[in-house]
């Protein structure tokens, strides 16, 4: 065989390569198009029914026994359509999507796979579970929260998290530990789940502030803060003065500045002293702001010359969030004949405060 | 003596299949004429042609995203008194507040109650303040 025939026998090789690759990919398309069609077809009698149910308009309890007596492979290709549902609606509908989820024994099923081989399924199984805020799974899917998988304890806390059973809370937390060799939950993973399970929480979060762990005591002041849980304070003030991590320190600055009381503006003030970190500073820089107790003012017009320009620029900002006095302060530093770096970060707040419409009860401005 | 009802007109604009055919089916219950349509381009094109009284758009569309659409009709002489309810899953204080500094009449966090988004429905057209 010469160089020619062995050219044109490999290109004929290539090429029948390449068209049975094309008749592979064609075939596979229209097999799924006529399977998605034909399963379309098989559903479109009970998609109203669907929608009746996912809109609340099931009264009369129609168009779930309808759907509860589905056959089973009807079933089996319906189901993915109540799931896409479940987290698009909540209140009435959502719960008698989880009613219908429970009578095909779709929960049970749930239940069995939390302990499958499978991550993928045992991630399924709590996700579901979650979807139809399953109380009676809680315990069943804490126990996910050591799984050896990282994505099955993320899915596990976030099912929690819907489910909203406060009494998972210290599950939760204890899952911020790294143990076993398994890196612990990532703090916003737990700290979503805290928030979403509502003020009920609150004797774990107490609790977890005064944890040995500084991942517990920083979610738990995070929690506290953006939950607005006002009795965990005096811990809050406790964590600032004298926690030995710098992130539990700042996110306790962070919290008691939205659950802090008037005492807290001169506490938030001493950290926001030069002798103290950057970021405790500038964190209770914006703390002052956020808490807006009148005798900050002083404190944070001081800030405006400091010589971190990103701290200056916070205790502008928080300036504004007093309304007319912080920024007549504010006009007064922008305004004066030497302008210096405090003019500057004035003058950019009041710019930035113009465009969002925050001057305009204020007189002169 | 013959009386004709005109049913008010409402656009519903979302890209997911699932939410359109309940908050269409939901209105229509109500009595409403409800439009339904997938993106953002057809949701402008069928308020600018239909003038209806309400538009509730999803913000995430392909094409025009809901915010999109919102300033172009509050730009438009014709469309600029529109009530609109942004449907979204975009559920932060800054991305509410963006909503409503855009125009917006509500603004309605999925997941949602339909129950709930008919009573917005029916207190911002009550409203009529725009």
């Known amino acids: ?365 | 003596m013959v009386t004709e009802l005109v049913k008010t007109r409402i656009v519903v604009a979302d890209d997911d299949q699932d939410i359109l055919d309940l908050v269409v089916f939901k209105l229509t219950q109500a009595g409403y004429d409800a439009v339904p349509v997938t993106d953002g381009v057809a949701a402008l094109a069928a308020i600018e042609s239909g003038l209806p009284r309400l538009a509730i758009l999803d913000v995430m569309m392909p094409g025009l995203s809901g915010m999109d659409v919102l300033r172009k009709v509050r730009a438009n002489e014709a469309t600029k008194d529109l009530d609109v309810i942004l449907l979204t899953a975009r559920a932060r204080d800054a991305d509410v507040d963006a909503g409503f500094a855009t125009g917006a009449s509500d603004y309605v966090i999925k997941p949602f109650s339909p129950r709930e988004l008919m009573h917005r429905v029916n207190a911002v057209l009550a409203r009529g303040d725009r």
């Open chain 1, 1 to 365: 065989m010469n160089v020619g025939q062995t050219f044109l026998t490999v290109g004929v090789a290539l090429g029948l390569a390449c068209a049975s690759a094309v008749a592979v990919i064609v075939i596979a398309k229209l097999r799924r198009v006529r399977v998605g069609a034909r399963a379309k077809a098989m559903l479109a009698p009970h998609r109203g029914a669907l929608i009746v149910m996912a809109s609340g308009e099931d009264e009369d309890g129609q168009a779930l026994a309808a759907l509860c007596a589905v056959p089973a492979p009807i079933w089996a290709r319906l189901r993915s359509g109540v799931v896409a549902f479940l987290p698009k609606v909540r209140g009435v509908p959502a719960e008698d999507l989880g009613g219908l989820m429970r009578s095909h024994g779709e929960i049970d099923e749930a239940r069995r796979m939390l302990t499958s081989r499978s991550a993928v399924g045992r991630a399924r199984a709590a996700y579901l579970l979650g979807l139809v805020r399953d109380v009676d799974s809680v315990a069943l899917v804490v126990t996910l929260l050591s799984d050896p998988a990282a994505d099955v304890r993320m899915v596990a806390a976030r099912a929690l998290g819907t489910i909203g059973d406060p009494s998972a809370a210290s599950g939760i937390l204890q899952a911020l530990r790294t143990s076993h060799g398994h890196i612990g939950l990532p703090a916003w993973v737990a700290a979503e789940a805290l928030l979403a399970m509502g003020t009920e929480v609150g004797p774990a979060l107490e609790l977890g502030l005064t944890s040995s762990d500084p991942a517990v005591r920083n979610v738990c002041a995070v929690v506290a803060g953006h939950g607005t849980y006002f009795t965990a304070a005096p811990q809050l003030r406790i964590l600032l003065v004298t926690d030995s991590d710098a992130d539990v320190r700042a996110s306790a600055a962070v919290a008691l500045g939205r659950v802090g009381g008037a005492g807290d503006a001169a506490l938030l003030a001493r950290y926001a002293e030069a002798s103290e970190t950057t970021v405790l500073r500038r964190t209770c820089a914006a703390a002052l702001g956020e808490l807006g107790h009148r005798e900050s003012l002083e404190t944070l017009t001081g800030l405006l010359g400091d010589r971190d320009r990103r701290l200056a620029q916070l205790a502008a900002d928080s300036l504004v969030r007093f309304g007319s006095d912080g920024i007549a302060r504010l006009q007064e530093a922008a305004g004066t004949t030497t302008p210096g770096p405090n003019a500057r970060a004035a003058g950019s707040a009041l710019e930035l405060a113009g465009l969002r419409g925050q001057l305009v009860s204020v007189p002169g401005s």
